[in-house]
């Protein structure tokens, strides 16, 4: 029986760039009960946390089973890996996408209603607290009616992070590698989508994938937004170098994302409620009030989230069906890209 957080006994599976952080996590947050991973690599983590290791989810489950499971394995092995947690009745938390594609996520939230496992998916920027509030100022109608929000993701990647050969290939590329992230902020903030357009180029890279991109959205709600995406522009404006989220990224202190209603606009993540005094007005100075919360790390959040759903204190932030929905706005702005015509959604 689970009494406290730092009893529920997490295992982590894939011990690459974003488990070891996981790992490290959840050894300060709750029991880290195991990592799971066949590579080489993995040893020096499990031996680092002092922890077991297995090559794999069955070695695992054959003599263990942990209260909860965070998958941290490339984006294929999410339908697999998932299912078998799901058959064994464990709480799972999947690293985004939740799957490689559609069908794939609809089949893991089929199995998980069906058994009533919950699954949790790793966009962990909905439990940074400043997303937290931004989304209070919007549900407050401190914007009043919300018109239109803009996101910039514009980044400079160098040219060794494309020396590995799935980074050049269809299922990467900033739309669903980065974008992502984005686009579930979009969902959280405004709704969710109805129908997408949008372009892509691949002209300074070459690559197969898209280096960049531009999308419309219209949301369920009437909003409308507008995306520009690039893993090839020198520049500030990107939620990974302002939101201070990484300590790997040098910070900028730019907003990335806007969301503009007809009493105020939100700069985010900074964080900048911009107003008028009294009636809304060209004419008349706007005011720009700061309503940015104490940092903390939603990584960090997240792990104490995932114990309070093992436990059942919550239901998950996060759930499979929200990744699902997501996913599926990705897909259409793929879709859109390739066949030059809008793409409806549901
Ligand atoms: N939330 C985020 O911001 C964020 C950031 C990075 C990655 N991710 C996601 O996390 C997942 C992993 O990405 P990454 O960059 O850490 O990849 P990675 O390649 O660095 O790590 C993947 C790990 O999984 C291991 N692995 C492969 N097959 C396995 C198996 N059958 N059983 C157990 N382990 C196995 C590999 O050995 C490797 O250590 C992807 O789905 C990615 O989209 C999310």
Redesign the pocket.
Known sequence: MIHTTNKVRIAV???????RRHAEHVAGEATLAAI????E??TTVARDLAVPLFA??EALLAVDKPDGLII????Q??LP?GLQAIEAGIPVLI???IADSVDAAERLVQAADAADVPVLV???RRHNPLVDEAKKAIDAGRLGRVVAAHTTFWVHKPADYFDVAWRRQPGAGPVF?NLI?DVDLLRYFCGDVASVQAVESNAVRGNAVEDTAVILLKFKTGVLGTVSVSDTIAAPWSWELSAGENPAYPPTSVASTMIGGTLGSLSIPDLGLWSYDGAPSWWQPLQRQSILPAAADPLVLQIRHFADVICGRAEPLMSGREGLETLRVITAIKQAAQTGQAVGIG
């Open positions: 599976l894939g011990a690459g760039l974003i488990g799971v991973d066949p590579a690599a993995a794999s989810l941290a394995t490339p984006n092995f999410h890996h690293e985004k996408p790793g966009h962990h590698i992230h």
